[in-house]
């Protein structure tokens, strides 16, 4: 293997909830009055932590949202995934070579702890990350495109970051691989490859990844 830790992003690239939680997004903010297509989040929100679209509609409107949204919109997204919640297709076969090949790997996401559980209870993604492997903006002070998460999950994992390989499939999420000095791998299942400017490899299906990586 070219790295010594192999770094997920999670929605998007290991569970198949961008769909799902962007649609739910955009229906919550425009329920309170900030008129938003499933391609406005996709484009302004897709793999941003919860603090940073408040900061975003607040900035945008002068509004702020109300005290409950998280809660509201957690709610909303974990009745969805227990109805239309996928893993992404061929990961699983990615997670059982990098097991067999004993190469490190983690998660590490905007999601809270609680999301990311969630998901994985749900695909039965959880049999490949126990708690020792899952990290979120919820254990760094910011979130991407900051780089602190995936330097926080790095230095948990005993990993310099330059032999780190984040994959990711959101611009924010890529910005900040590349802030924290790390190789990053497009995946562009669902964001067109203009968007993911500054990844060290663009790719669009799972089985590609692991010619990648070795």
């Known amino acids: 293997m070219r790295y010594d830790l192999v770094i997920f992003d999670n929605d998007g690239v290991l569970v198949d909830s961008e769909p799902i939680s962007n649609r739910l997004l955009a229906a919550q903010l425009t329920e309170l009055g900030h008129p938003t297509s499933y391609e406005d989040s996709i484009r302004d929100y ?35 995934f227990q109805r239309e919640l996928k893993p992404v297709a061929g990961v699983a076969d990615v997670l059982e070579k990098l097991t067999a090949d004993g190469t490190p790997y983690c998660v590490a996401s905007s999601g809270s ?38 330097l926080y999950a790095a230095e948990r994992m005993g990993v310099a970051p330059g032999r780190c390989v984040v994959v990711e499939d ?43 990586l070795i």
């Open 46 to 80: 897709m793999g941003s932590a919860m603090h940073r679209i408040h900061d975003l509609v607040l900035e945008r409107t002068g509004r702020a949202l109300p005290a409950d949204f998280d809660d509201v919109f957690h709610a909303r997204v974990f009745a969805a």
């Open 170 to 212: 959101s611009p924010l999420g890529v910005r900040a691989a590349v802030a924290a000095g790390m190789d990053v791998y497009g995946f562009t299942a669902m964001t067109p490859a203009d968007r993911l400017t500054g990844a060290t490899q663009l790719f669009s299906r799972f089985d590609e990844l692991m010619d990648l």
């Open 113 to 150: 702890h609680e999301r990311i559980r969630v998901g994985h209870r749900t695909t039965g993604l959880d049999r490949w990350f126990d708690e020792d492997r899952i990290f979120s903006s919820q254990d760094v002070g910011r979130g991407k495109p900051a780089p602190d998460l995936f």
